[in-house]
Each structure stands twice: as C-alpha cells, then as structure tokens.
C-alpha cells in the first residue's frame, strides 16, 4: 500500500532530552511536510522540503530540526530548546510542493507528551 | 497576513439533515482550497481541492465551492451520516505565503442517529 507512516505513535519526553520523530513515505513525492496541531487550533507548519538535502523554515520552526537525506524520510527532532513541545505532530507529503494544485497526504500523527 | 477562520467551531445534527460548513479568509490571492477530514487521533484525508479558477467541486455527497470576491468557501454535506462525524479543516495555498497551506481550526460535526 501506497502512503506514509509516521512512528511511534505515542511518545514521551523527559526534560532536557531530544526526540525524533519519524516519517517515510513510498509515494515517490517530492515534497515533504511537518505540522504542529494543538487542540482547538489549526495546523501549524514546522518545516518543509522540496527536495532531498533541501528544507526550509516554516512558521514555528524554533525547537525543532529535520534532515532529508533520502526521498522517502524526513525526521523530526524536538530538541530541548522547545519549551512546549506537547502536541500532535503531522507529516504530510506532496507531488512537488511547488505551491500550485497539489492534494496534501498526511500521515497518521505522533502525539508527544511531556513527562 | 492570510487569516483563515471557521465557524462554528462545533456542530450537531440529525442524521438525514443536509449541512453546511463554513470557511472564510482575508486575502484573495490563492492557488487553491482545500477540505480535509480528521478522525480522532488520526491523520487528516482530503476530500476537495478547488482550484482558484474554479467555483466549485464535487464528490460524492459533498460540494465546495470557492468565491474569492467574498472570501468564503463552503462545504455542503447532502443527507448526512453518523459515519461523517469529525472533524473538518479548510486550507488555502496562498500566493502571498510562498504557496503554503494557511489552515483554518477545523468545525467539529457531530450527526447523531
């Protein structure tokens, strides 16, 4: 089956410590995405990718890290300089990502909590 | 800066009712509208993607449209089901955001039996 996968499900970090979250896709998609959603808010874009060893910046990008060293994985880290890093993170991927009209597929989530 | 908001933030209806939800946004420079579905805990599924020269899209029991003049979408759910309560999300790619999607926080429909 075509689509993404987004692991673990559920995790939980500890003060002072850095976390990955991790996403791969096999929809040969160019595009790549990480999303921030907290209850009753809209999602909340982190980075982005066009391509591999490519990514940029997006809204909330303080406390977090990626790469993207293969076409099908881009990793999230929650660094420990994110002070509120309790959410449900979505990836997402696209075609191209160029902006034009590309449908969005996302991943099933991971839900971080702090211990 | 593209303002996307929904109201009403949740939604309850008999079963059977055909609905309407709502989306507005504050700049008319878009390359699309998209709505998406969440389910608790999950992942969000598109449903409709409306290009910014179209007026509108259909699939199945669900119609968007697009009026860019007012800055509204709507999305109209025919004879509705308990299978389609969830979550709805509406998300525009804007020229003036570099093509990103500026997503709006979702009305949470309830269809009861």
């Known amino acids: 089956d075509g689509g993404i996968t987004q692991s673990p499900k559920y995790l939980f970090r500890k003060e002072g410590q850095n976390v990955t979250l991790s996403c791969e896709q096999n929809?040969?998609?160019?595009?790549m995405y990480w999303y921030r959603q907290d209850p009753g808010q809209g999602l909340r874009l982190i980075y982005y990718?066009?391509?591999?060893?490519?990514?940029q910046k997006g809204d909330i990008a303080e406390g977090y890290s990626v790469s993207r060293e293969k076409k099908e994985s881009f990793p999230l880290t929650v660094t420990s300089a994110q002070k509120n890093p309790t959410a449900f993170y979505l990836c997402?991927?696209?075609?191209?990502?160029?902006?034009?009209?590309?449908?969005?597929?996302f991943g099933s989530g991971t839900q971080l909590s702090v211990l | 800066k593209q303002e996307v908001t929904q109201i009403p933030a949740a939604l309850s209806v008999p079963e059977g009712e055909n609905l309407v939800l709502n989306c507005s946004f504050t700049?008319?420079?878009?390359?699309?509208l998209q709505w998406f579905r969440q389910d608790p805990g999950k992942g969000l599924t598109s449903l409709l993607l409306?290009?910014?020269?179209?007026r509108e899209q259909t699939s199945g029991r669900l119609n968007a449209s697009l009026d860019k003049s007012s800055g509204r979408s709507t999305l109209y759910i025919a004879a509705s089901q308990p299978g389609d309560s969830a979550t709805y999300l509406c998300a525009l790619g804007s020229y003036n955001q570099g093509g990103k999607l500026i997503f709006g926080q979702g009305t949470e429909l309830s269809v009861k039996p």
């Open positions: 990718s066009q391509i591999v060893n490519d990514f």
């Open positions: 929809l040969n998609h160019d595009a």
């Open positions: 997402a991927s696209s075609t191209r990502g160029r902006g034009t009209n590309e449908k969005l597929f």
């Open positions: 409306i290009q910014s020269s179209q």
């Open positions: 700049d008319s420079a878009i390359y699309n």
